[in-house]
């Protein structure tokens, strides 16, 4: 993996004001912004308002898997090639690969979907770290130290989205593995994967990734539902889901479908603040630790519930694949 730690705050800044610049005039041109029917609310409540995001359009997705080796290489995960044999099968990201996109038939359609962290807003991982080695940066990024970890994992156990992994087989320094949202790349890696995003956008080729500025990003979101009510499931994922996330959905029907829960607005991370609390303010107290860990996995277990007996709401008429990569 690449450690370069150094990069700075202000050059991811500085990515994201580029691609919101795109993400702007693609939203001046949308002729369907201001219509308002749809089920999103205000957003006057959210954190960190100038962060960085990424959308992934579920429909633009063609299953292509470039995002997985942009990421793998560009952080030196050691698997080269890319397959898409296995498209069907429902992999999670790995010690090895932070990113990866699994295919959810609908009425035998296909409907690839990406998965990574999903740098929530107000991370439950962070929370549930009682060391901070992870953080969420005012810019977005939720990032790992480490120098700081001790490698209890608690941070497993609370991620709503079962996003980290642990460096198993390496028995000597394990490491939480995650998307750090290229946060660790150098600037030359950076300037050789192009100008502004982190690498899987960069790649992908058929503009299902946009970086950005978040509210840009969740307006744009609105907007493509807006212009084309056919395409699209009236809701941006992520918006408000366990808090709210840095890495923003759209797609075909109802999100249940592509394994990303209903979550509350309520962010995971209140629960295990309860964890921290447990520990530090009452001097390690088995009964608060353990009932936060019991209402953690509840919460994990209500949402797993509700996914799976979610119905699928609005199905488009076929056109699950990209028809236009223009919009972008
Ligand atoms: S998805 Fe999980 S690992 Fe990523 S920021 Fe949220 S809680 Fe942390
Ligand atoms: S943001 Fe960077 S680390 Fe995260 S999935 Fe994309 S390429 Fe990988
Ligand atoms: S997100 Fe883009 S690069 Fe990744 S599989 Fe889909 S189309 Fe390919």
Redesign the pocket.
Known sequence: MNKNKKNSRRQFLKLGAGSAAGAVIFLNSNPAKGNTSVDYVKTDHILHPNSAACLVDITKCIGCRQ?EL??RI??DHKIPEVNTDNIAEKRRPDSKQ??VVNNFKIDNSDNFVKI?CMHCLKPACESACIVGALTKRADGPVVYDADKCIGCRYCMVACPYEIPAYEYHNSLTPEVVK????TSLSSDDKKESGPAG????KVCPTGALLFGNRETIIKIARGRIEADKDRYFPHVYGEFEAGGTSWIYLGPADFSNFNLPPFEKVPSSQLTEAIQHGIFKFGAAPVAFYGALAALMHFKKRNNDNKETGKEKSIKDGDKKIEDSSDV
């Open positions: 995002c942009g990421c560009s952080h932070n990113t990574q998307c750090d949202f290229c982190p690498s899987c956008a």
